[in-house]
């Protein structure tokens, strides 16, 4: 009897190595890994990338990654992205940062380069909480949210409200494409992954700095189950953190 013919219509991208994800249950640093390599499938670029990491959970994320892969000082991801796209302008960079690298330490680096437009795209993290280090309060961290330094939960009377910051970025003209997405739900994913081809696509135009931030599930700190923190984001951050294209001056 002949074999009958099989279509493969789903398969792990070639970017991604295989090696297991070793993150907490739920997290949903490996879900933004995949459409990030997704992308870069699509668009034949594996050879020609350069992930540039901060410090965080996403820093030991390097074995995941069929990629040229640069491990930076915490905050400062953007820094060493400007040197790498300078001297080699053909090359698609990112910057992979939670918001505890790029909305604390790392703020001024941030702004910076995209007030001088610098032409790669940095791929920001939130999930409201310092993740590695144990759940910490971030400056996106939520009001009221309990933290392992806001026992009582964050008090704007002192600790500021939530920081944001793709907002804040959206206002400099170095900024081209301002995205905020989340991995939530599948309508979400498939948003985050057009917001993440688009970003990439406007680093390649030459046409200046661009920025998806994605909401994203960091259950274990946020003490509940992962099958619950899907409801949390969209309960609790996307009230403060609203989705969309935050500008998008593509095109010209
Ligand atoms: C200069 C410096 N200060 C502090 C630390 C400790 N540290 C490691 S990870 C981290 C927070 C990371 O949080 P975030 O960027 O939100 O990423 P997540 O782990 O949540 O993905 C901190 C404060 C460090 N490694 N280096």
Redesign the pocket.
């Known amino acids: 009897m002949e074999a009958a013919a099989k279509t493969k219509v789903f398969g792990k991208p070639d970017t991604l190595t295989g090696v297991p994800y070793y993150y907490c249950p739920g997290c949903g ?1 490996s879900l933004i890994h995949r459409l990030v390599c997704e992308v870069i499938d699509e668009f034949g670029m594996a050879g020609d990338t350069v992930a540039i990491f ?6 030991v994320s390097y074995p995941f990654f069929n990629l040229d892969w640069i491990y930076t ?3 400062r991801a953007p820094a060493v992205a400007t040197g790498f796209k300078r001297s080699m302008p053909d090359t698609l960079v990112f910057t992979y ?9 790392g703020i001024a680096e941030i702004i910076h380069a995209a007030h001088r437009g610098e032409k790669f795209t940095t791929i920001f ?1 939130n ?1 409201a ?5 144990g759940g ?1 309060m ?1 400056p996106t961290t939520l009001e009221g949210q309990i933290t392992t330094t806001t026992p009582e939960g964050r008090d704007p009377a002192h600790c500021g409200s939530p920081l944001k910051i793709s907002e804040m970025l959206a206002t400099i003209d170095g900024a081209k494409y301002v995205a905020r997405q989340s991995v939530h739900d599948y309508k979400s994913l498939v948003a985050t992954r057009k917001s993440i081809k688009k970003a990439f696509e406007v680093q390649l135009a030459g046409e200046g700095f661009s920025i998806v931030e994605i909401l994203s599930q ?1 259950p274990t700190n946020w003490k509940i189950e992962p099958v619950d923190s899907c409801a949390w984001i969209e309960e609790n951050m996307m009230p403060v953190f609203p989705l969309g294209i935050l500008k998008d001056e593509s095109g010209g």
């Open positions: 640093h901060g410090v965080g959970c996403s820093c000082l915490h905050g940062q939670g918001d505890g690298d790029l909305g604390s330490i993290v999930n909480n310092y993740g590695m280090t910490q971030a960091c």
